[in-house]
């Protein structure tokens, strides 16, 4: 995974305004992440993977851990940085998620958070999907194929994917699945953000929903 991180890189061209992030170029970042996945990772257990839509600034776009902000990656997984401690809304509910599984260390043991498109975007200062602009997606497609190519490639369950984002970020990979036959099943969560956003009452049922999907 480490190998696979430092060398990311994107060589697409984008529709004018949009710029990618990758904050594996940064050497602070980079060993946070040698941090996170020798703590976590370090055996050969076969793990089921998720994927999510793409970074944003204030979670992976920052830490280089998917779904993980500054503060969690410091309060929950037990490694301290000087990043700004910013709170992220998806990382909000996915260690609610991960702690009601048992926490950082049974959690990581089984699964592997990444996503569709392994980097981020940005325009005019804003975060953006890979599938926000048409010309977006169609450019960055082949970066998405070889991306989840080379994650699959490295001891991920074929047996079922879980994917983060039950609307296009379903529907693209649904269908780039369907052509590359990397899992058996995908099967669609819920979005973090769409649930901190708009189903925020019913927080806890959405972390039954994920920890009985999962198991």
């Not at 430092?6 to 040698?34: E, I």
């Not at 500054?70 to 991960?98: H, R, V």
């Not at 001891?155 to 994917?161: V, W």
């Not at 990397?182 to 819920?190: A, N």
């Amino acid at each position: 995974m480490l190998s696979f991180l430092d060398q990311l890189s994107l060589d697409a061209k984008l529709p004018k305004g949009v710029t990618a992030m990758n904050p594996y170029r940064d050497p602070y970042t980079f060993d946070l992440c040698k941090s996170f996945y020798n703590k976590y990772y370090s055996d050969t257990s076969e793990r089921t993977l998720l994927l999510g839509i793409n970074p944003g600034r204030f979670g992976s776009g920052t830490t280089g851990i998917s779904f993980t902000d500054p503060i969690k990656l410091e309060n929950f997984c037990g490694i301290p940085n000087t990043l700004q401690k910013k709170p992220e809304l998806s990382a909000d509910f996915i260690y609610m998620m991960i702690d009601a599984m048992g926490g950082p260390e049974l959690f990581y043991k089984r699964y592997l958070i990444s996503a569709v498109s392994p980097l981020g975007f940005v325009k005019g200062g804003i975060n953006i999907n890979y599938y926000d602009i048409p010309a977006l997606q169609k450019a960055v497609t082949p970066f998405i194929i070889k991306s989840i190519g080379q994650i699959v490639d490295m001891g991920i369950s074929k047996a079922r994917c879980f994917c983060i984002g039950e609307g296009k970020n379903f529907v693209f990979l649904d269908q780039m699945n369907k052509k590359h036959r990397w899992f058996e099943e995908l099967i669609p969560l819920p979005h973090p953000r769409f649930i901190m956003q708009y189903k925020r009452k019913k927080v806890h049922e959405y972390v039954e929903l994920y920890k009985t999907t999962l198991a």
